[in-house]
């Protein structure tokens, strides 16, 4: 990990970090590091509740911290300890509080929870969310994607979309809820079926309640044709250029960083237990692949600067887009968060 060093003044950031209880154990080979953001975990947050921990929420969570602090200088992080009821946010650096609301002007790292009466219009979120209407994206799914409603009654109704995908030969359908978190699902369909027979299937997979709660909402699915993905990897992009990534490995986080911005280990399957390699070769194509994609995107939305990508190897070895989501929240894995506050701070210093 990073030792604590003083940034220069490059920009106030508001920085969320929610409290997660430390582990009764650290893992080998984590100690020194463990130990580091721990103590800088008490320094700022305080002890923390005595409830159930979870290694790597913790850890994350703590790295944030220490990649705002050492990115953006103390000085320049005002910290929100997310989940709690109160509003208040304090300097880092000089001790000072401020409600929250009056800081909603300054950029954020960390997770950006809604609060009544302070709804914040994110809009690196929002445009990273809706990757799948961009022709950069679609060119590089590597399978068959399209956005479908339920209940348009056009020709981008779930049911018309699904019959189409199946007329051209899909079987294993994957389908997501264009809202965060809401559902994935996934069915395979047999021989002979309509349209109509089809969406039945996905309803019964669902028991329609989502379905029903959105219905006439467009852009709501993303019906994707189910294929092979292995290596699953995540880049960290800030201002238009790939900054860090790591492998999707579940239980890593960056404590096991290898002192790279691009960590070379990943596992085959994301949600297994085989075995994690260094797979230099992989990652070379992905950052070639990357660097052309995020070209490629900001020709396509001018506007998204700020978003991780996730890649993956298709069934001919070739890298294809996952998905595009916010860089907010998401999962830190086995990069370096410190090079993404840096980014930032850059960006911040040539806004100012």
């Known amino acids: 990990m990073d030792a604590m060093i003083t940034a220069p003044k490059t920009g106030q950031h508001l920085v969320t970090i929610v409290p997660r209880p430390a582990p009764s154990a650290i893992r080998p080979g984590h100690e020194a590091g463990a130990n580091e953001l721990q103590n800088l975990w008490y320094r700022h947050m305080g002890t923390p509740r005595d409830v159930e921990s979870d290694y790597e929420e913790h850890f994350e969570q703590a790295a944030r911290l220490q990649a705002a602090l050492n990115g953006f200088g103390d000085d320049n992080v005002w910290l929100h300890i997310g989940g709690r009821d109160e509003l208040a946010v304090r300097n880092l650096g000089t001790g000072e509080t401020r409600q929250l609301s009056e800081l909603a002007h300054l950029p954020r790292y960390g997770l950006q929870e809604g609060r009544p009466g302070h709804k914040v219009e994110l809009k690196q979120e929002r445009l990273a969310g809706k990757y799948a209407l961009y022709p950069s994206f679609q060119q590089r799914a590597g399978r068959r994607s399209v956005l479908a409603g339920f209940g348009t009654e056009d020709d981008q109704d779930l049911e018309v979309v699904l019959g189409d995908l199946y007329a051209a030969g899909v079987r294993k359908f994957f389908i997501k809820a264009n809202v965060a978190k809401l559902g994935l699902w996934k069915f395979t369909a047999g021989e002979g079926l309509t349209p109509s027979e ?155």
Not at 296 to 313: E, F, I, K, Q
Not at 325 to 351: D, H, K, W
């Open 198 to 352: 089809l969406q039945r299937q996905f309803l019964d997979e669902d028991d329609g309640w989502t379905i029903v709660r959105h219905e006439g909402d467009r852009d709501f699915f993303q019906v994707q044709e189910s294929v092979t993905m292995t290596h699953e990897y995540r880049m960290f992009i800030i201002g238009g250029q790939l900054v860090t990534g790591a492998g999707c490995v579940e239980e890593f986080t960056p404590l096991d960083n290898n002192g790279q911005p691009f960590d070379p280990k990943m596992r085959p399957h994301r949600n297994s237990d085989g075995p994690v390699r260094d797979e230099p070769k992989i990652l070379e194509s992905y950052l070639e692949f990357a660097r052309d994609a995020v070209s490629a995107l900001s020709a396509d939305v001018p506007d998204l600067h700020n978003y991780v990508m996730d890649l993956a190897l298709g069934s001919d070895s070739r890298p294809l887009i996952v998905e595009l989501n916010g860089m907010l929240n998401a999962g830190l894995y086995a990069s370096r968060p410190i090079e993404v506050t840096r980014a930032l701070a850059r960006l911040a210093a040539t806004t100012e």
